[in-house]
């Protein structure tokens, strides 16, 4: 029994990850039609921002060792920033063009980006110490010790979420967001702002990306210029087979390839368990191929014919 | 009234891949002749760019489809070449898990490699059959789902790749003609098949996958086949590159050789051999360019240079930039067309109109 | 002249839609464009909201220039569209899409008082103000995408084909509803239709567009009982009629 509570803890904590990651690139995706593949540079920047720019393997905090009141706000604050000038040097330019192109173009944008992390903090994995207090553990029940940051993963990422959905159902700019999301050009023929509205979809992608270069760095408490990678691969496998179009369906599929991922990793004998990842993407095909419209169907979907 | 097709007529229809062969072999002689042993190194490994490339296109050009995924079949190839070439000694030590038929025995380059492509290309057919069936964005994510997926896999199995170390002592045997030769051989084949039936019908998916499908085109089948017939020829690279570093390393099949070999098709142009082409050969220059410019121009005492990756960098805002400029690419999606018209003959001109 | 129509060149990639339009809508005037289907009327008004970008030609509104103009600045001038197939947004309520509407407003009170107006324009409306607006049919969705347009509080609307898919009675409704906001408040109004019959009665001015260009053109009341609207429709020269002319 607790060790089920500790399986269903590091679920929903790993599916908080991709969760969160997925509705930055869903969201994206939803207003932009852009599959944003330097999402995950995002979050990676977002990372090195807490730390001195140098080449040594033992990392120096700079803004990471600032109060958190001032910590968390400049880290989202670089992140949105870098997002909004991927908006302008990138995404406004591709405006127009195929989603091929937009997607090759946001490929070379994070591979831009990786490689000015390494010119700027060399191409080693470095260690970084940020309140590695908060990985100890707290009991919740009887005989189960959980680390506490799991359980502020998972409620910072429901937070997060729930802020979303009353951004977009409650606001003007919400609302704008999601009749853009479905018919940009009917919404600009009642005069929303294209450029606004993206701008604003950018930033709160942004802000989500921020989120989690702060958790996964307390979490694992090492960087790497690649860590984005996996997680924006993930992300985007959420977003596919939850449906793309569907922020519901980004996060749904997110917390299900964070089930899938953990309950592989429990119930894998020993000597596959190092082959985990393989049979996660496995699964996603198996998904793709039997339901390639995804899990939750967007209203909002495609071409019907 | 049926016109004879003379040699001219089908020298000027094999033009288009003509050109490029001839091209690349004066390069590839220009190059021996003058150059030293590095710069021959460099070429290799250029040439072995191009059949990836060319690969590429096989599938991206004629399908509309991004892969993502195709540097997995390189990294397939690559492995299953130096399963069956190297020593038996090395295979002991370094990859214990083979088959005993392979550790055992070692076997001559070329057919290895040709049977590495060959497997290859049966990966693609496996994959393929469940990725052929997604369109646009979700079949380009599949792709890249089962690129990473591959890639985990040969990283964690070290008993028949060492895993995250190198993997060494495979013979040397690739050399720029040897590359040169497979390049030509995979741009015959890729010409060959744009021009067939299959590539047509692929093409014209392209364009508009619903009025396709409803010509009856079987959309999946026709992804399917050039799928497979580019892992082929990228497989082959893969077993070419091997055996051109005299080690391999599952690391060096991930993203940065994605970017690359993607890049180059797209500044030459996505939809056209000749983009492929044009695009390494370019690419290729701006590439050991900006590498010579990293390590420094030196004035006596002070070597001046840009700062370390700068070439990557530069290699991402080039396609960028043609991304945002010349989305077609350098060619515009074009061949290159014998430029003159044939001149007709007054009879020719009044047989052709009864 | 509230709108200008000058000379108006459109293409889609090699095909030309429209070959020197020209047309001018009064202040308070009702016009219409009629004309078979492919003819360029939709082309023409997305052109005057600036979704379509035109060759040549100059479109100009209450003195203004517009072609050029990104669709929102247009929209804030007080251009407003109800573009053929409706576009309302189904994921969002039938509130929403109204609010939306409101999208160049900034103020609230007079926001909120149109929105109340639009439901007592449209009663049927108010009743399913929370559901979602991909439920409503066919009718509904008309008046819906009718009021969201007057939301932006238009001084021009332009209507493409609005009894499309809908039940006649419907339709009469619909244009009751127009009729009376150029009476109300002076709405200045550009309604394509393909049906000739109803554009003559509901109009002041109408348009004969065939193959990208204006046909025939004049006064609603002079035109209404005889045969040369129909004859610029289908194509027939004068005195032929029986004779199709391609």
């Known amino acids: 029994m607790a060790y089920g509570f500790q399986v269903l803890i590091d679920a929903l904590s790993l599916g908080s990850f991709y969760a969160l990651a997925a509705l930055g690139i869903g969201l994206l995706f939803g207003v932009l039609r852009l599959i944003n593949f330097a999402h995950g540079d995002f979050i990676t920047i977002g990372a090195y921002a807490l730390i001195v720019p140098s080449a040594a393997t033992q990392a120096t905090l700079l803004i990471g060792g600032f109060h958190p009141l001032f910590l968390i706000p400049s880290i989202v604050g670089i992140v949105i920033v870098v997002a909004l000038i991927s908006e302008f040097a990138v995404f406004r330019p591709l405006r127009n063009a195929s989603p091929a192109t937009l997607m090759i173009g946001s490929f070379a944008l994070g591979y831009i980006m990786q490689n000015l992390v390494i010119m700027i903090f060399g191409g080693r994995p470095k260690a970084v110490g940020l309140w590695s207090d908060l990985n100890l553990g707290v009991q919740i029940i009887e005989g189960v010790q959980v680390p506490q940051l799991q359980l502020i993963i998972i409620s910072v990422t429901l937070a997060l979420m729930v802020l979303l959905v009353v951004f977009l159902k409650r606001t003007k700019y919400g609302v704008h967001m999601r009749a853009a999301a479905e018919d940009f050009r009917m919404a600009r023929m009642l005069g929303v702002q294209a450029n606004r509205v993206i701008m604003l979809a950018v930033a709160i992608s942004g802000m989500l990306a921020s989120a989690v270069s702060l958790l996964f760095v307390v979490q694992t408490g090492i960087l790497d210029f690649r860590m984005g990678v996996p997680l924006m691969l993930f992300a985007f496998i959420a977003t596919v087979i939850g449906g793309m179009g569907s922020l519901v369906g980004a996060v749904v599929g997110g917390f299900t390839v964070g089930a899938v991922s953990i309950l592989l990793q429990t119930f894998l004998p020993s000597e596959l368990r190092v082959f985990r990842d393989v049979f996660v993407f496995a699964f996603v095909i198996l998904v793709l191929v039997l339901r390639p419209q995804g899990l939750v169907v967007s209203r909002s979907a495609k071409e019907r014919v | 009234m049926q016109q004879q097709s003379g040699i001219f007529d089908h020298f000027r229809e094999t033009w288009p891949l003509l050109i490029l062969i001839i091209g690349i072999a004066v390069i590839v002689a220009v190059i021996e002749a003058v150059g030293d042993r590095i710069i021959s190194q460099t070429l290799t490994e250029a040439l072995i760019r191009l059949i990836v490339v060319v690969g590429l296109y096989i599938f991206i050009g004629n399908s509309g489809i991004l892969s993502f995924g195709h540097i997995a079949f390189m990294m397939i190839g690559a492995y299953a070449t130096a399963w069956q070439t190297m020593e038996p000694m090395s295979k002991d030590i370094f990859i214990p898990g083979l088959p005993t038929f392979l550790l055992e025995n070692s076997f001559h380059w070329l057919p290895s490699t040709i049977i590495a492509g060959l497997l290859s290309a049966l990966a693609a057919l496996i994959t393929g059959i469940a ?182 960098v530069g290699l991402g805002v080039v396609m960028l930039l043609i991304l945002i400029f010349r989305p077609s690419g350098l060619t515009r999606g074009l061949e290159i067309h014998w430029p003159f018209r044939p001149k007709l003959k007054a009879t020719e001109v009044t047989q052709r109109q009864s | 002249m509230l709108l200008e129509v000058d000379n108006l060149h459109a293409h889609y990639g090699r095909l030309t839609a429209l070959r020197g339009v020209s047309l001018t809508v009064a202040e308070g005037e009702i016009a219409s464009i009629v004309g078979p289907n492919g003819a360029g009327k939709s082309t023409t008004l997305l052109s005057i909201s600036s979704v379509l970008t035109p060759t040549t030609g100059t479109i100009t509104f209450a003195g203004k220039t517009i072609n050029g103009l990104s669709p929102e600045a247009v929209a804030a001038l007080g251009v407003s569209q109800v573009p053929e197939g409706r576009h309302i947004f189904a994921t969002l309520s039938v509130e929403e899409n109204l609010l939306v509407g409101a999208a160049i407003r900034k103020d609230t009170a007079a926001i909120t008082k149109d929105r109340e107006r639009v439901f007592e324009l449209f009663p049927i409306l108010a009743e399913r103000r929370k559901q979602s607006a991909g439920k409503l049919s066919g009718g509904e969705q008309q008046m819906l995408a009718i009021g969201r347009a007057l939301m932006t509080n238009p001084r021009f609307m332009t209507i493409d084909e609005p009894s499309l898919g809908l039940a006649p009675r419907i339709v009469d409704r619909v244009y009751d509803v127009l009729l009376e906001l150029r009476a109300s408040r002076g709405l200045t109004l550009l309604i394509v239709e393909q049906s000739s019959e109803r554009a003559l009665r509901s109009a002041d001015k109408i348009y004969v567009l065939r193959n990208g260009e204006i046909q025939l053109s004049g006064a609603a009341s002079d035109l209404r009982d005889g045969e040369a609207v129909h004859a610029a429709y289908f194509g027939f020269s004068e005195g032929q009629e029986g004779k199709v002319d391609f």
């Open chain 2, 131 to 312: 990725l052929m069936r997604l369109s646009g964005i979700a079949a380009s994510i599949a792709t890249f789902a089962m690129f990473m997926s591959l890639y985990s896999f040969y990283l964690q199995w070290s008993t028949w790749t060492a895993g995250q170390s190198s993997l060494v002592g495979i013979q040397v045997t690739t050399t720029p003609w040897v590359a040169l030769g497979v390049a030509v051989a995979s741009m015959v084949g890729a010409f060959i098949y744009s021009r067939s039936r299959f590539g047509l019908a692929l093409r014209s998916s392209r364009e508009d996958e619903v009025a396709a499908k409803a010509a009856g085109v079987n959309v999946t089948m026709q992804r399917l086949i050039a799928f497979t017939i580019s892992a082929f020829f990228v497989g082959m690279a893969g077993g070419l590159y091997g055996h051109f570093l005299g080690l391999l390393t599952v690391d060096t099949f991930y993203l940065g050789t994605t970017f690359i070999t993607l890049s180059m098709l797209v500044v030459g142009g996505m939809q056209s051999l000749a983009g492929a082409v044009i695009g390494v050969t370019v690419m290729s220059f701006l590439i050991e360019f900006l590498r010579k410019s990293e390590s420094g121009f030196t004035f006596g005492d002070v070597t001046v240079g840009l700062p370390a990756n700068s070439s990557e």
